[in-house]
């Protein structure tokens, strides 16, 4: 593999969206303008990431689960590695293995097993 061209990072978006599983929408009942509309939570700065981990800590402290609280930067971090792995992947796929993705998601429509890793 060929060096990661990390001076394009920079344009790598501040706002940080990942997935919620519905039934932990519903459980903490997060507000639905802070989803697109595939259901991706947008984290769009750290008030906001605030804001969610305060949330999610309030339903917990009523469950008595005080011993499975999260911060905001716990949040930040998720957003900041789900976007990191993007990024590689689109590299790879770019620069690597052009067309990987593609071939990847017909064999998987086929039903043909690939091996993990």
């Known amino acids: 593999m060929g060096p990661l061209p990390l001076n394009k990072l920079h344009s790598v978006k501040a706002a940080y969206e990942f997935h919620v599983a519905k039934n932990l929408r519903l459980k903490y009942q997060l507000d639905k303008s802070l989803f ?12 906001l990431a605030r804001e969610l981990s305060n949330k ?40 690597e293995n052009p067309g990987v993705l593609k071939i990847s998601s017909k064999l998987s429509l086929v039903g043909i097993v690939i091996p993990r890793l």
């Not at 991706?40 to 008030?47: M, Q």
């Not at 689960?65 to 796929?93: C, K, P, T």
């Open 56 to 95: 999610i800590n309030e339903k917990r402290k009523s469950e008595g689960r005080n011993d499975q609280l999260i911060s905001a930067g716990l949040i930040n971090a998720v957003g900041l590695m789900h976007e990191i792995f993007h990024f590689l992947v689109r590299w790879y796929e770019e620069k």
């Open 36 to 47: 697109s509309l595939n259901g991706d939570l947008i984290v769009a700065n750290f008030r």
